[in-house]
């Protein structure tokens, strides 16, 4: 689990949040984030890191599944698989997680 009670500095580490304004200026925005990444995700991009080789992957056959049930558990919807599209970028959020996670849906 992050640790949302550490204060670490963001200036000047290419934040568009932080760098676009001095010091005196606390910009409130949404999406992102001032804490730290969990050690399960790092490790995991770490050893992908560790492939040498970033070419193009594709979404996992389990993604849609998962997604579905994880929609189900947490609002008691039922979606179908196929009314998901799945964008490249999903794999690289959700293999670290699935792969580092003993319970796949609590992320970590």
Same mark, same amino acid.
């Given at each position: 689990?992050?640790?949302?009670?550490k204060?670490?500095?963001?200036?000047h580490?290419?934040?568009v949040r932080?760098?676009?304004?001095?010091?005196d200026i606390?910009?409130?925005?949404v999406?992102?984030m001032d804490?730290?990444?969990p050690?399960? %995700?790092? #490790?995991?991009?770490?050893?992908?890191?560790?492939?040498? %080789?970033?070419?193009?992957?594709?979404?996992?056959?389990?993604?849609?599944?998962?997604?579905?049930r994880?929609?189900? #558990?947490?609002?008691?919807?039922?979606?179908?698989?196929e009314w998901?599209?799945?964008?490249? %970028?999903?794999?690289? %959020?959700?293999? !670290?997680?699935h792969?580092k996670s003993?319970? !796949?849906?609590s992320m970590?």
């Amino acid at each position: 689990m992050s640790k949302f009670d550490k204060l670490i500095s963001r200036f000047h580490t290419d934040s568009v949040r932080w760098d676009k304004y001095n010091k005196d200026i606390i910009p409130l925005w949404v999406a992102d984030m001032d804490f730290e990444t969990p050690q399960c %995700v790092i #490790d995991a991009i770490t050893k992908r890191l560790g492939h040498k %080789v970033f070419g193009y992957t594709h979404a996992p056959d389990r993604l849609k599944e998962e997604i579905t049930r994880y929609i189900h #558990d947490q609002f008691n919807w039922s979606i179908e698989p196929e009314w998901i599209v799945s964008p490249l %970028v999903w794999s690289l %959020v959700f293999i !670290p997680l699935h792969n580092k996670s003993p319970n !796949p849906t609590s992320m970590c």
